[in-house]
Nanobody
C-alpha cells in the first residue's frame, strides 16, 4: 500500500553533518505522523524524532539541539538533518509513517528498510 524509500546514510567523522530523507510512495489517502527511529548494535530500537501532520515535533533528549526533523507534505517526504554527529549516534536509522489508506481510509503504519549511519571518532 505504501513504501518508504530512505536515502542519505553514510559514514562520517564526529562533528560532521548528515541529512536523511524518506520518501513515501504508493496508493494512500494521506500520511499523518512520521518519525525517525534508530537501532544501535545490541540495543533496542528507539525513537529519535517525530513530526505530526501539522509539523509539531518531538525529539529524544540525546539529539535535542543537534537534529532537526522536517517534512515536505507536497512531496510526501520526511527529512532528518543531523548536525554535530557523535559516535553514539551510530546505528541503523528507520523511517516510520502513519497514515490512512485510500477509501475506506483505514489507518496504517509502515517502516522503511533502514539506512546505516556510522560516526567515527
Amino acid at each position: 500500500q505504501v513504501q518508504l524509500v530512505e536515502s542519505g546514510g553514510g559514514m562520517v567523522q564526529a562533528g560532521e553533518s548528515l541529512r536523511l530523507s524518506c520518501a513515501a510512495s504508493g496508493s494512500f489517502f494521506s500520511i499523518d505522523a512520521m518519525g525517525w527511529y534508530r537501532q544501535a548494535p545490541g540495543k533496542q530500537r528507539e525513537l529519535v524524532a517525530k513530526i505530526s501532520s501539522s509539523s509539531m515535533t518531538d525529539y529524544a533528549d540525546s539529539v535535542k539541539g543537534r537534529f532537526t526533523i522536517s517534512r515536505d507534505n507536497a512531496k510526501n517526504t520526511l527529512y532528518l538533518q543531523m548536525n554535530g554527529l557523535k559516535p553514539e549516534d551510530t546505528g541503523v536509522y528507520y523511517c516510520n509513517a502513519e497514515g490512512r489508506t485510500r477509501w475506506p481510509h483505514k489507518n496504517f503504519g509502515s517502516w522503511g528498510q533502514g539506512t546505516q549511519v556510522t560516526v567515527s571518532s
